[in-house]
């Protein structure tokens, strides 16, 4: 599921929040977090990163730098709790140059 689709410069690096508030209940928390990015427009580029990933009981930060301008991204964030829910959800990224 595509969650949010942002636009963003080569140079910027910013972070980038998912609250799972609504979907943890019973005590649950997250208890590991995976991403993976790929490149809708050229499957060979790998310029976009997501360099730091940081979790709370209840929120995703996802820290995101780089992308070649003209090019769409697509990250794949997983989530898991302590009761082995999972969840899966995309932030697609599209990057300019000024």
Same mark, same amino acid.
């Given at each position: ?12 690096? /910013? *972070? ?19 991403? #993976? ?6 499957? /060979? ?22 992308? #070649? /301008? ?13 009761? *082995? ?14």
């Amino acid at each position: 599921m595509i969650l949010e689709k942002y636009e963003k410069q080569p140079w910027e690096r /910013a *972070d980038y929040d998912t609250t799972f508030q609504d979907w943890l209940n019973g005590g649950d928390v997250i208890d590991a977090v995976t991403a #993976t990015v790929e490149c809708l427009t050229d499957p /060979a580029d790998t310029t976009l990163v997501v360099d730091k990933i940081e979790f709370t009981a209840d929120r995703v930060k996802l820290w995101v730098e780089g992308g #070649t /301008a003209g090019q769409r991204y697509k990250i794949t964030a997983r989530v898991t709790t302590q009761f *082995d829910r999972r969840d899966e959800y995309e932030l697609v990224f599209k990057i300019k140059d000024a």
